[in-house]
């Protein structure tokens, strides 16, 4: 079956039935056809009308040179243009969101093992920190709409690591790994200590005050009021503007309600940090996206903050594939797909206006005392965004390194 077919298969009936009445009613090439297919697929799933319903017939069957499938084509491809230039409008969007299927928890017996962040391509074409990474849960309850990991695992079931802390006190742990996320297959603190990964990984942080354990999460569940954690673990939330976390970050918790858990982490005596990621192009963006720096500075001193990265939307070709493929209302692939190092995000120019304006509104104090970095981007921004630039992932990660152990030493 081709690519085309696969995704067509996809449709509901009545797309399936208007896109192959089109490909019968003009020529088009294969790849001709799978473009239409992935715009169709993304049209629905931005609940736009399909174009097939709103070409200009009358226009394209005037060609009298045997080509009306380059006439429909060119509507197309201009109509599709449109759409993904302008800032995405949310205000007319309200998804239908698919509840996730039920899922049961099971403690599964896997060794623990370190990976490696999933940005870097060959040749440093993105700054990549080197972030290790570990997976103690595989699978996430929250129902992010531009989210891969739904896909890498069993809808239906989170597998939690049993004997955490047995297998974390037998790992080797290579001479240069200093800094380990466990962020990447699940929502860090979403599950608490419920399947003791929490107690484990600071036992593991307590042992190894030369490594830095890094937790991700958009939850605001507490997990800090009947807890200490070493210092060494960073408690890290996600932020996004209220637009993006009500239309596409399902399930989540409110930007308000994460702020107050990064709250109760400060007051419990540990470093917190914010991913403003993945930052979207849409109709108010700046606003809400200053609001949040607003948030930050109202709650917390630069003390208090280890870091804040700065980043956006990136998909690789097969997450591309299985979003289409699942058809969930979203508007997250409403942008220009344009090609950034293996993968597809917005145009350069799109990001540099985006981060500087979010950079640029925290204070000086902040710019100052915090280490702020672009996720996974071109080494270009850096300089026009951060006002400074590093020559190697190396130099990158060294001074993250240096500047993350500084503040952790602070009282
Ligand atoms: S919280 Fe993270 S892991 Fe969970 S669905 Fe959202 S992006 Fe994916």
Redesign the pocket.
Known sequence: MTATEELIDSFPETGRHDIRKLFERFHFTESQKLEIAKDEADLRQWKEESFIHIADYPEIEKRKDGRKGEAYLSQHRAYMKTLRKEETDYSTFFPEVHPRLKYRTEMIDKPIVLGRCPCPVDGEKTRCCKLTTMDPVEQ?A???S??S??SFYSEKEIHAVSNLREKLDSLTIPEDVWHIGT?Q???SILFGDDYSTLSALSDFARKHKNIIIELKS?SGRDVFSSREYPRNMFFTW?LNAPTIIEKE?HL?ATLEKRLENAARARDNGNLVGFHIHPMVYFRGWEDEYTGIVRMIEEKFTPDEIAMISIGTLTFTKSVLKKLRENGEESRVLEMELTPAAGKFSYPLDVKEKMFRTVYSSFSEQFRNNIFFYLCMEDPSLWKPVLEREYSSDKEFEMDMKQNYFRKISRP
């Open positions: 996430c929250f129902s992010c531009y989210c990991v739904q962020g297959a699940s929502d958009k996600s970050e989540t």
